[in-house]
């Protein structure tokens, strides 16, 4: 499973849009990006995933160059609520045969008033 | 979507004693659920996987004596810490995946158990 690297930690401003760059350079060619979202003593929330390119919800948007060694997740116009803890997985593939989803240490996105 | 239900979503216990979480997959069936530790401002630490009917595989480091994992239905597992200590206080997160094939296939978390061990 292809290891990730982000930030720590991230501040921002209400209405502020706020970029989360996560680092897996070891990605395989069968892995996906996925990223979930995870409030203080909840379980995690999937917010998005993607191969490559871009992709975008209701919520958020994912890039990821053509080198897949990286992705970005985008939040436009941050709120407080948006305050938590986004974890970046590779490998995790919905329609594959990868099982275990293993989570690195995750950014801690502080909204401030 | 999927909704997955996990209970009690806080214990507290005295050292020694055993305490049981379930978790259950409310509108689908979960052939593989996973168990998660995650201690204060840490990440979430895998601690096993089941599939329905078998044998839970335990990661390295957790033992698998003291974790008792079940998962004898489609839409329900459980842990069970034994002889709980304060050290085993932590939040214990799970998670279901439903069949190949299906919306289900992807990973949906429960909301979580605080267990404190006093």
């Known amino acids: 499973l292809a290891k990730t690297t982000q930030p720590i930690s991230m501040d921002s401003y209400e209405g502020q849009e706020v970029n989360i760059t996560c680092s897996h350079n070891?990605?395989?060619?069968?892995?996906?990006i996925t990223w979930y979202q995870q409030f203080p003593s909840q379980g995690p929330r999937f917010i998005i995933q993607g191969y490559k390119t871009k992709v975008t919800n209701e919520v958020a948007s994912l890039f990821i160059p053509a080198d897949r060694k990286s992705s970005t997740l985008s939040l436009p116009r941050v709120s407080l609520s948006d305050t938590a803890v986004y974890y970046c997985l590779v490998g995790a593939h919905y329609g594959g045969a990868t099982n275990k989803l293993i989570f690195g240490t995750g950014t801690l996105l502080a909204v401030q008033p | 979507g999927a909704v997955v239900s996990q209970h009690p979503s806080w214990v507290i216990c005295k050292s020694g004693t055993s305490v049981k979480i379930e978790c259950r997959s409310l509108d689908f069936q979960a052939t593989t659920m996973f168990w998660y530790r995650q201690f204060p401002k840490q990440s979430l630490m895998l601690m096993a996987t089941s599939n329905e009917g078998s044998k839970a595989t335990y990661e390295q480091g957790v033992e698998k004596d003291k974790f008792l994992i079940n998962h004898a239905s489609l839409t329900l597992s459980t842990l069970t810490v034994t002889s709980a200590h304060p050290e085993d206080s932590s939040f214990y997160i799970c998670?279901?995946?439903?069949?190949?094939?299906?919306?289900?296939?992807?990973?949906?978390f429960g909301s979580g158990t605080r267990l404190t061990v006093v």
């Open positions: 998670s279901a995946r439903g069949n190949r094939g299906t919306p289900d296939y992807g990973y949906t």
């Open positions: 070891n990605i395989a060619t069968n892995d996906y």
